[in-house]
Nanobody
Framework: QVQLVESGGGLVQPGGSLRLSCAAS????????MAWFRQAPGKQRELVAT???????NYLLSVQGRFTISRDNAKNTMYLQMNSLRPEDTAVYYC?????????WGQGTQVTVSS
């Protein structure tokens, strides 16, 4: 049973920072690419960042240079460091992994950027 649990969301002022965490069951992080998605109210879910088992990363253009995805295989945890946050980053953030052609999602964590 694959379980993903996000944490670290909250309310932050524009220009502030947050670090999201995604705790995964078992050792799936070390063997699989992982991703962060987000979904804002009334919008489709979008891919924010990905990280491969070898540590290769990719980012949504609008977050490049501000967000950093990372992983700690020993802790089975993935992170998303978010700096210079903007109101348009407000969304529910989800972590994701695809195993055997099936997508698994966490419950999401709310990030609100507002003054």
């Amino acid at each position: 049973q694959v379980q993903l649990v996000e944490s670290g969301g909250g309310l932050v002022q524009p220009g502030g920072s947050l670090r999201l965490s995604c705790a995964a069951s078992g050792s799936i992080l070390s063997d699989n690419s992982m991703a962060w998605f987000r979904q804002a109210p009334g919008k489709q879910r979008e891919l924010v960042a990905t990280i491969t088992p070898t540590g290769r990363t990719n980012y949504l253009l609008s977050v490049q240079g501000r967000f950093t995805i990372s992983r700690d295989n020993a802790k089975n945890t993935m992170y998303l460091q978010m700096n210079s946050l903007r109101p348009e980053d407000t969304a529910v953030y989800y972590c994701n992994v695809v195993l055997n052609a099936r997508a698994y999602w966490g419950q999401g964590t709310q990030v609100t950027v507002s003054s």
